[in-house]
């Protein structure tokens, strides 16, 4: 059933969506004519109540995108309605270029512009369709400019993501092709994080299509347990080195005295869920004028980034224990600037010189922790390193 409805959609729509665009562009003309002729806004209640429109829902080929496809998908697949939620498109006022199915877990989304989801893209000439994990394109327009930036954040989240999932036996990492020339279809493009193409010439029946999705359901829950609901924190749940890297630009915060409330872990249970914020790294950084904080001598290299000195954030509480506290401990006061030797030191040296460098920033760090409200004793931090 879902096989066929995806085969007529792919051999109609393009006779449809021609037909749909003339009767827009008629509408258009007698609806401009129109306002003209009375001297009416867009914004009078004569010209809302008199100009044409059309309901592209009402039209029985894009109502297979819109109704039809998604409905039963969503049955045979089984998803639970307080979890998920399936939509079609085809276009908002004006008809795209690239129509969709998504399906979106509800915690993370409800919507095709952000986060992160799973989503049937239609290529531009109907010769197929992809199942997609893929992600949002409005959300790094909105947060990146120029476009080019928000294309270049956007491929960059999708190439890190890569690398983090498992292999998905039956999808690719390889880059899909829409055939389409909005920037829309380029953002759905560089977004992909993996799919499995479906020919219009050869699709498979409807048990392998839900098999694929519930398979792709699967991975979209891995990804939600790495990333948390947020993909454009993915920079938070970096490994080491990339915070490392993060922590050498950011901004500079001028943050409010006493308790600083402690974000929400991701979605997850490695210890390393906890997401570190590179700006306040960054401002630990800068506040330590970029110098090493066991010794002011050690000199490394001048970062490209910043032209200061190279040196490395350690969270002197480490982040791993944030649940043994109600306030955030990623912030300046817990980050210690350190050369990469030093930081090393915290964790690979005897048990003698890590006990004498944690005994020191301790009696350093510890009353400007106390006015973040953040309390702790020796002893147990030392236990937090097995020392």
Same mark, same amino acid.
């Given at each position: 059933?879902?096989?066929?409805?995806?085969?007529?959609?792919?051999?109609?729509?393009?006779?449809?969506?021609?037909?749909?665009?003339?009767?827009?562009?008629?509408?258009?003309?007698?609806?401009?004519?129109?306002?003209?002729?009375?001297?009416?806004?867009?914004?009078?209640?004569?010209?809302?109540?008199?100009?044409?429109?059309?309901?592209?829902?009402?039209?029985?080929?894009?109502?297979?995108?819109?109704?039809?496809?998604?409905?039963?998908?969503?049955?045979?697949?089984?998803?639970?309605?307080?979890?998920?939620?399936?939509?079609?498109?085809?276009?908002?006022?004006?008809?795209?270029?690239?129509?969709?199915?998504?399906?979106?877990?509800?915690?993370?989304?409800?919507?095709?512009?952000?986060?992160?989801?799973?989503?049937?893209?239609?290529?531009?000439?109907?010769?197929?369709?992809?199942?997609?994990?893929?992600?949002?394109?409005?959300?790094?327009?909105?947060?990146?400019?120029?476009?080019?930036?928000?294309?270049?954040?956007?491929?960059?989240?999708?190439?890190?993501?890569? !690398? @983090?999932? =498992? #292999? /998905?036996?039956?999808? %690719?990492?390889?880059?899909?092709?829409?055939?389409?020339?909005?920037? +829309? $279809?380029?953002?759905?493009?560089?977004?992909?994080?993996?799919?499995?193409?479906?020919?219009?010439?050869?699709?498979?029946?409807?048990?392998?299509?839900?098999?694929?999705?519930?398979?792709?359901?699967?991975?979209?829950?891995?990804?939600?347990?790495?990333?948390?609901?947020?993909?454009?924190?993915?920079?938070?749940?970096?490994?080491?080195?990339?915070?490392?890297?993060?922590?050498?630009?950011?901004?500079?915060?001028?943050?409010?005295?006493?308790?600083?409330? !402690? @974000?929400? =872990? #991701? /979605?997850?249970?490695? %210890?390393?869920?906890?997401?570190?914020?590179?700006?306040?790294?960054? +401002? $630990?950084?800068?506040?330590?004028?970029?110098?090493?904080?066991?010794?002011?001598?050690?000199?490394?290299?001048?970062?490209?980034?910043?032209?200061?000195?190279?040196?490395?954030?350690?969270?002197?509480?480490?982040?791993?224990?944030?649940?043994?506290?109600?306030?955030?401990?990623?912030?300046?006061?817990?980050?210690?600037?350190?050369?990469?030797?030093?930081?090393?030191?915290?964790?690979?040296?005897?048990?003698?010189?890590?006990?004498?460098?944690?005994?020191?920033?301790?009696?350093?760090?510890?009353?400007?922790?106390?006015?973040?409200?953040?309390?702790?004793?020796?002893?147990?931090? +030392?236990?937090?390193?097995?020392?």
């Amino acid at each position: 059933m879902i096989s066929n409805l995806f085969n007529e959609f792919l051999r109609s729509w393009e006779i449809e969506k021609d037909a749909i665009h003339k009767v827009m562009d008629e509408n258009k003309i007698f609806n401009e004519k129109y306002r003209v002729e009375y001297n009416l806004s867009t914004k009078d209640k004569e010209y809302k109540k008199n100009k044409k429109s059309i309901q592209v829902s009402k039209n029985k080929i894009a109502s297979l995108i819109l109704n039809d496809i998604p409905s039963n998908i969503f049955g045979k697949a089984s998803l639970l309605e307080t979890e998920y939620k399936i939509q079609g498109s085809v276009g908002k006022g004006n008809i795209s270029e690239i129509p969709w199915i998504c399906i979106f877990d509800k915690e993370i989304t409800e919507s095709a512009e952000s986060g992160f989801y799973i989503v049937y893209l239609l290529k531009a000439d109907m010769s197929g369709f992809y199942l997609s994990l893929n992600q949002g394109w409005t959300q790094y327009e909105r947060n990146f400019k120029p476009k080019s930036i928000a294309m270049a954040e956007i491929e960059k989240s999708a190439l890190k993501l890569k !690398k @983090k999932l =498992k #292999t /998905i036996s039956g999808f %690719s990492f390889d880059p899909i092709d829409l055939k389409g020339s909005s920037s +829309l $279809a380029k953002g759905y493009e560089l977004g992909n994080i993996c799919s499995l193409y479906y020919d219009s010439n050869n699709l498979p029946n409807s048990s392998a299509l839900i098999n694929d999705l519930q398979k792709l359901i699967g991975t979209y829950r891995e990804l939600k347990a790495i990333v948390g609901i947020d993909i454009l924190d993915i920079d938070l749940v970096l490994d080491e080195e990339e915070f490392q890297v993060r922590s050498q630009t950011g901004k500079l915060r001028v943050l409010k005295p006493g308790k600083i409330a !402690k @974000k929400k =872990k #991701t /979605i997850g249970s490695s %210890s390393s869920s906890w997401r570190r914020d590179p700006d306040m790294a960054f +401002l $630990a950084l800068s506040n330590a004028n970029f110098l090493c904080e066991e010794n002011s001598t050690h000199k490394t290299f001048i970062s490209p980034i910043t032209s200061e000195q190279f040196v490395e954030a350690h969270h002197l509480i480490p982040m791993e224990f944030q649940v043994d506290f109600d306030p955030s401990i990623d912030i300046p006061e817990n980050i210690i600037s350190l050369c990469p030797n030093c930081h090393r030191a915290f964790h690979n040296s005897t048990n003698e010189l890590k006990s004498k460098l944690i005994k020191k920033f301790y009696s350093i760090r510890k009353d400007s922790l106390i006015k973040r409200e953040i309390f702790i004793r020796q002893e147990k931090l +030392l236990g937090y390193y097995k020392t």
